[in-house]
Each structure stands twice: as C-alpha cells, then as structure tokens.
C-alpha cells in the first residue's frame, strides 16, 4: 500500500513537493550529493557548482519554501498517501522511463496488476463515433485483465475509465494537478467511482495545485510510462492525446496504436498522420491491439516484473484453456488455438500477450 503521511520521509517529499524541482534535475542532485537530506542541507553554493547560478538560485528558493509539515496535514485530511520511487508498490514500468516523478499523490493504490497496463487516449472534444470506440476498446480490454490508464479528461478519456469501470476491471486516472483539487470538478464523481472500485487517481503535483495548461504534458508522461502501450481515439492536431503517443513512441520505446476515423474531419487527424508517419500501428479491431502488444519491445523481463521476481501467475479461466490449447497444438498458430480452445481469436491473442507479460513460457 501506499504510505501514510506519518510514513513519509521529509526530505524525499520536500523534493517531490517543491514548486520548481523536475524530476530529472531533483534526481541528478540527489546522486551527486548522496541523498535528498543532503540536498536539502546544501547550500546554495553548492547547488552553483551543479547547477550553475541561475538555476541553483530556483532550486535553493524553492526547497526553503516548501512546508513540508503543511502538506502532509493537508494529505491527511483528504485521505491522501504518497509514494516514492523505490518503494514496493511504485509501478515498475514508470521506473523504465527516463524523468519519472519524484513522488506520487496517491488516491487508491496501485497493485500487480498494473504492470499489464494500456493508456487509451484522445480527444476532449470528440464525436459519438470517439465515445463508442472507447467504449469498445476500453471494455474489451478490461474483460482481458488490462488496466485502462488515460488522464481523466473530458471527452475519450472519461469514456475509457467509465468503460473499464462498467466491465468490472481496472482502471487509473492520472491528473494535471493536485487531488486536492480534481481537475475538471465534474468528474470528482468518477474519480470516486474509480477508488470505490478498486483503481486509483494519482498526481505528482502537491494536494492544492492548480491544473495550468503547461502542466498536462507532464502528466502526459506518466500515462505513457505507466502503460505497456497507447491507443490513440480521436487525436487531432497537435492534441496532448498525440503529445501522448509520441512520447511513448520516441521516449519511452512503447508501443502506439491508432484507430482511425472520418477522413472529413478533425477528430482523428493526428491518428492518421501517426500512421502515415509510422510511429503508430493502425488498429480496427480489439485483436488487433493485443497483437501489437506481442511486439512490443516491453515484453521483455525488466520493465514488467516488479522487483525483478519470479513469481506463479494465477491464470484465468480464459487464459488456463488457451495455455491447454497452446500445449496441445504444439505451437502458437492463433487459429488453431482458437479451434482447440472454442475461444475467438482475438480473446487467444490477448490470453497469449497476458501469459507472455507473466513470464509464462509457451514456446
């Protein structure tokens, strides 16, 4: 679980806290000064040598303002708790991308399960046509053991958690500003249904901070480390849903997939250019995206197994018999496995990439 307040140490929050700090910067001084106690004691001329004078005078204001005491009682009268990087329950794909945060405002929790995760992701502004795509994707995927990721958005994103959430699975929101103040309000609701059922909202912004527009591609970066892949829906022109996707394309070597849209319109340009572009794999069908996932250079042992352990994966009934059938057939032909097993073909290919995710072998 999460940590309390009371179980968080001062100096690792006041670095996550402070108003100023990245994540790449915070980082960088704590493995030159051998930990954030002694980056919160250095002085500011200790700072010049490592950061230079402009950005040593930032940092140095910045942890001398933080009030660390105030945010952890503000923590605790929402019911808040906070992780750090390192700790048992931080997700380990995030720990894969360059520029993770610092700390993470936590609603919820994050469990296993997580490590099969897919961002879904679009536009805020959308058509019928968006909302029923999310549905589908988002749905199916959550019937398959997926947690749906997305940034609690208005538009693609909200349907992507109601659909996780309607199809009993995972699901988690990560938000632009602090939980102390959800962003947009409307959806505290949801926010709620996603805690109630099991999910989790999280932040790397302290409880009351703002959601400003430059922040959203901060947040962008956490769905994406989060996420095994992203499904762009609906993603026009220079959207974040596109900042999203390319981000885990270029950045963080994930998988990106596109469902394509009306040609006459806007809603679904910036899919197509991801396509034409070849940084996104254009995707029809929810078979489709599991198979992509199977590509996906993340199947690889590291990034998905936290702490690096070996562990028995509990099997679904779904993915017992495509596993039976797999051992039976000799082989991999997704055909043939959905002949043994009286499965579609589509639910084998999502039973195989969630048996190869578990480290199970079927080669």
Do not use: K
Not at 81 to 99: E, F, H, N, T, V
């Amino acid at each position: 679980m999460p940590r309390e307040p009371a179980d968080i140490p001062h100096a690792e929050w006041a670095l996550a806290t402070a108003d100023g700090v990245g994540p790449v910067e915070g980082r960088r001084l704590v493995d030159a000064l051998g930990g954030a106690d002694a980056v919160i004691r250095a002085s500011r001329q200790e700072l010049v040598g490592l950061l230079g004078e402009s950005a040593a005078c930032r940092v140095h204001a910045a942890l001398r303002a933080v009030n660390v005491a105030g945010e952890l009682a503000r923590m605790r009268a929402l019911g808040l708790r906070g992780l750090l990087p390192g700790d048992p329950d931080w997700p380990p794909l995030l720990s894969a991308i360059a520029g993770a945060p610092l700390g993470l405002w936590v609603r919820g929790a994050f469990t296993d399960a997580d490590r099969f995760s897919v961002a879904v992701v679009g536009s805020r502004a959308c058509s019928a046509y968006g909302l029923e795509q999310a549905d589908r994707f988002a749905g199916w995927l959550s019937e398959q053991g997926f947690t749906i990721v997305s940034g609690g958005a208005r538009g693609i994103d909200a349907a992507a958690h109601r659909a996780a959430l309607r199809h009993g699975g995972r699901t988690v929101a990560v938000l632009a500003g602090g939980l102390g103040c959800p962003y947009p309000p409307e959806h505290e609701p949801l926010y709620r249904s996603i805690v109630e059922a099991g999910g989790c909202v999280c932040s790397e912004f302290p409880c009351d901070h703002p959601s400003r527009p430059g922040l959203f591609p901060r947040r962008n970066r956490i769905i994406s480390g989060l996420s095994l892949g992203t499904l762009l829906i609906e993603a026009r022109h220079g959207s974040g849903a596109l900042i999203t996707g390319r981000m885990a394309a270029e950045e963080h070597g994930r998988e990106v997939m596109a469902v394509p849209g009306r040609i006459d319109g806007p809603w679904s340009a910036g899919c197509h250019r991801a396509v034409r572009e070849g940084w996104a794999s254009l995707v029809t069908g929810v078979g489709e995206v599991a198979e992509q996932l199977r590509a996906s250079p993340m199947l690889v042992a590291a990034a998905v197994r936290a702490g690096g352990q070996e562990r028995t994966p509990r099997l679904t009934p779904v993915q017992q018999a495509v596993l039976e059938a797999v051992q039976t057939t000799g082989g991999l032909d997704m055909d043939q496995v959905a002949q043994v097993s009286g499965l579609g073909v589509a639910q084998v290919m999502a039973a195989v990439t969630m048996l190869e995710l578990s480290g199970v072998r079927l080669r």
